[in-house]
């Protein structure tokens, strides 16, 4: 049996050797076998998110083996957008990151954040599956030191705002206090649909709208419906503005400690459970306008085609689109 030298080592000394004795005695193998991995799991999402879900069954269940896996959900270890840091330091194992946080550290990384750019989840999926997603992970890797392990369809992003006024184009979000969360990439977004972007963490979004202190914000319908956000606001607008996805960060420093099995072990349930959370969000996306409409809101589609002729005009002559890669707007646009 190859011995693993993990970065962290589970519980208190007299806990393992408990474990220990559990495990010889039932078991009568090697008393290593207690020694876990323990990966520890930052992110701002609530434990009922879907990609909470089906991390902590699908990822958790495949790597039992060898590895623990620890989720740590609202912000509660790490805040939010400083979890690849913290694994870049060697102190935080995964997350579940985004092109806007990567893209703070690495600004070629900024082509994903273009509002308007990917088409759905089918065109992610294609994009990071093939070529380019290989050299954009190849760049985190060599220039942080953290791992993406696979993509995840998070949903498309619409907008959730608390006042009355109807939107058809982006002069109607003129003066509109539009909560994005707090980067560049994300703010620049805001300003790109027309509206009045303000940071703010997405743990205090659901308080911000019920005091008035924003007039909206953006997210995905099943991320809408698992923060309640449909209890303090009046109306979606469906500008479908990103199709938004996730990227399974891992420690290249926990990556490097494991055995090759262990490595694909890991990649192979990263790549399964970000596969079934995908497919669980495109199903719950396309019934929860019914829901929200049920909740008394009103949903319905603005001049879509305003909003994006406008966004894909700002991002074109933005500072971001310098740091884009030679070349890789065609090839995104030519995977089909
Ligand atoms: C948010 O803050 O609105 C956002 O949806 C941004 C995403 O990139 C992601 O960080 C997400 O929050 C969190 O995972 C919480 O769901």
Redesign the pocket.
């Known amino acids: 049996m190859k011995l693993l030298k993990p970065l962290v080592r589970t519980g208190a000394l007299s806990a393992a050797f408990a474990a220990v004795t559990l495990v010889s005695a039932s078991t009568g193998f090697s008393a290593f076998a207690a020694d876990k991995i323990q990966l520890r799991m930052s992110?701002?999402?609530t434990e009922t998110?879907f990609?909470s879900q089906g991390l902590a069954t699908t990822f958790a269940d495949g790597v039992s083996e060898f590895a623990t896996y620890e989720p740590h959900y609202n912000d509660t270890l790490f805040k939010?957008g400083t979890e690849l840091v913290a694994i870049a330091r060697g102190n935080l194992e995964m997350s579940?990151t985004?092109a806007?946080?990567l893209a703070k550290l690495i600004p070629e990384w900024s082509i994903f954040t273009a509002g308007y750019l990917m088409r759905d989840a089918e065109h992610q999926r294609k994009v990071f599956e093939g070529e380019i997603g290989k050299e954009m992970y190849q760049l985190v890797e060599d220039k942080l030191g953290v791992k993406l392990l696979s993509v995840m369809y998070?949903g498309t992003r619409q907008l959730n705002l608390r006042i009355e006024k109807e939107i058809k184009t982006p002069a109607d979000l003129d003066g509109v206090k539009l909560r994005m969360?707090g980067t560049d990439a994300w703010q620049f977004l805001g300003k790109a649909l027309g509206a009045n972007p303000t940071p703010m963490?997405?743990t205090e979004?659901y308080t911000g709208l019920q005091t008035g202190a924003i007039d909206g914000?953006?997210?995905?319908l099943p991320?809408d419906k698992d923060k309640k956000f449909y209890e303090v606001t009046k109306q979606i607008v469906l500008t479908g503005h990103l199709a938004?996805m996730?990227f399974l960060a891992f420690s290249k420093k926990t990556w490097d400690s494991l055995s090759a099995d262990q490595q694909k072990t890991v990649m192979d349930s990263a790549q399964k459970a970000s596969a079934e959370i995908s497919k669980t969000i495109l199903a719950n996306e396309a019934q929860l306008v019914d829901f929200f409409k049920g909740e008394g809101l009103k949903v319905y589609t603005p001049d879509v085609a305003s909003f994006r002729d406008r966004a894909q005009k700002m991002y074109l002559e933005s500072d971001f689109s310098k740091d884009w890669p030679k070349g890789l707007l065609e090839r995104i646009n030519a995977v089909k």
């Open positions: 992110t701002p999402a998110d990609r939010q579940i985004s806007q946080e998070f969360p963490a997405f979004v914000q953006d997210n995905p991320t938004d996730n």
